[in-house]
């Protein structure tokens, strides 16, 4: 086992992984910028190095400042969270070559699944059912048409190298194509410093599920169930639901062991996430992320497994505490992410949170970093923290997570809350009745 670990991150997930470190007897070394001198991650660890001035490039994504961190605390290990350097293979090669442990997968596994057309066609290899489209980059005006003619409209326009809905158009028409294809081209060029872009079938009312998976590196892998992570603002998650509303049991466990088996022939080590898009029955493989979810909370919860413990332990060379057959599924647990932003317009809403209540009681989990008398820096994302309530059913979950979101209180700064008190009366997410677009058009109906 390791004897230390640097956290890479900042906020909630820097508590989370020093909390399980603290709980496995290893010390904690938190880097910070300037900005975060007096975050709780920093307050908390063994000890703290700063990294840089505000700015995320500067710091939090300055691998010389962190990999100078890890010279002189003398750390073994980094855990990357999420988000910032978690999904960038050449810091896992660095580390790997200053032999410090990349507590995650391997550089080369980050590298195929991090080009989304490359991911597909593993994806396709490894036996994981895929959305229709182009079999790689869609270079020219020609290929643009002729694959969309191919495909049939209407078609999805992505960047090979993008996220959050950066470098994606949709072509309604064959008159639509080409200007979907240049500006997904333009906007991605801007975004990642790459064109490429690729093609596929754009399904009409899909849900976002994900499968989570945990593997440890020498052909031993195991699914933690489904995720429904259909509620969503601008292609960014808002609300994740374990145990999805509309998924059967036989469903979970079919996909579940596909990706499962998946994970084993790739000899795949630590936590991944395996996205689909869900229509009329059938799962198709979108991306995968090979990192620690914000929503990991939702799975541990009706599982009794500790993602983070479990990664940890893999990367430090053990096996995986369980083989599939251990893991069993328990109740239904819902995720809300409460943002410091306006809950009508969604402007960010830094400043100093002058009174703070997070909700407790009975199956209510909070994870957040922030505390009354904290400043929330303008810098970074706007998540301050998570609600996880967990029920015995669904209908159970939800009248707890509607207690628990009138008890939450954050004053000083606004938040998404009023957004989650408006959701948990709506007849459709009561119901469980929404799509990845449901959201926006609520949004924009009640012009909010």
């Known amino acids: 086992m390791f004897q230390k670990v640097l956290i890479a991150n900042r906020g909630e997930i820097a508590l989370r992984i020093l909390r399980a470190c603290k709980e496995l007897g290893i010390q904690t070394v938190a880097v910070h910028s300037t900005a975060d001198a007096n975050a709780m991650h920093v307050r908390l660890a063994d000890e703290s190095v700063c990294i840089g001035?505000?700015?995320a490039k500067d710091s939090y994504l300055n691998i010389p400042s962190?990999?100078?961190?890890?010279?002189?605390?003398?750390?073994?290990?980094?855990?990357?969270?999420?988000?910032?350097?978690?999904?960038?293979?050449?810091?896992a090669k660095i580390l790997t070559e200053h032999k410090v442990t990349f507590i995650g997968p391997s550089s080369h596994h980050i590298e195929?699944?991090?080009?989304?057309?490359?991911?597909?066609?593993?994806?396709v290899e490894l036996g994981i059912p895929v959305v229709p489209g182009s079999a790689g980059a869609v270079e020219t005006e020609a290929d643009a048409k002729n694959t969309a003619a191919e495909i049939g409209y209407p078609v999805l326009i992505k960047a090979t190298a993008g996220g959050g809905g950066r470098g994606m158009k949709v072509a309604q028409t064959e008159a639509d194509v080409l200007v979907a294809w240049?500006?997904?081209?333009?906007?991605?060029?801007?975004?990642?410093?790459?064109?490429?872009?690729?093609?596929?079938?754009?399904?009409?009312?899909?849900?976002?599920?994900?499968?989570q998976v945990l593997g440890d590196g020498k052909g031993n892998a195991v699914h933690l169930g489904v995720r429904d992570c259909s509620l969503q603002r601008r292609h960014q998650k808002v609300w994740e639901e374990a145990g999805g509303p509309t998924i059967l049991p036989e469903e979970r466990d079919k996909i579940g062991e596909i990706c499962a088996a998946a994970m084993r022939k790739l000899k795949y080590s630590g936590a991944g996430t395996i996205e689909f898009l869900y229509e009329n029955g059938e799962f198709y493989?979108?991306?995968?992320?090979?990192?620690?979810?914000?929503?990991?909370?939702?799975?541990?919860?009706?599982?009794?497994?500790?993602?983070?413990?479990?990664?940890?332990?893999v990367a430090s060379g053990e096996k995986l505490s369980m083989v599939q057959k251990d893991v069993q599924f328990y109740g239904h647990a819902i995720e809300v992410?409460?943002?410091?932003?306006?809950?009508?317009?969604?402007a960010p809403s830094p400043g100093t949170i002058t009174f703070y209540h997070p909700a407790g009681g009975v199956g209510v989990r909070v994870d957040s970093a922030v505390y009354q008398g904290y400043k929330i820096p303008p810098y970074y994302d706007s998540l301050i923290g998570k609600l996880i309530v967990y029920g015995r059913t669904r209908e159970e979950c939800l009248k707890r997570l509607s207690r628990a979101i009138d008890e939450f209180v954050v004053d000083g700064i606004k938040t998404t809350l009023p957004l989650f008190q408006r959701l948990i009366k709506e007849p459709d997410i009561l119901a469980g009745n929404y799509d990845i677009h449901w959201l926006e058009k609520y949004l924009a109906a009640n012009k909010v």
Not at 183 to 209: C, Q, W
Request: glycine share 6%; with cysteine.
């Open 53 to 55: 001035p505000p700015a």
């Open 112 to 123: 195929i699944m991090g080009d989304k057309i490359t991911a597909k066609k593993t994806a």
């Open 285 to 313: 493989f979108i991306e995968m992320n090979t990192r620690l979810q914000v929503e990991h909370p939702v799975t541990e919860r009706i599982t009794g497994i500790d993602i983070v413990y479990e990664q940890i332990r």
């Open 182 to 211: 240049s500006t997904a081209r333009s906007e991605a060029k801007a975004a990642f410093g790459n064109d490429s872009v690729y093609m596929e079938k754009y399904l009409g009312k899909p849900r976002h599920i994900e499968v």
């Open 66 to 91: 962190i990999m100078a961190a890890c010279e002189i605390t003398g750390a073994d290990a980094v855990h990357p969270g999420y988000g910032f350097l978690s999904e960038n293979a050449r810091f």
């Open 337 to 346: 992410r409460i943002n410091a932003e306006d809950p009508q317009s969604f």
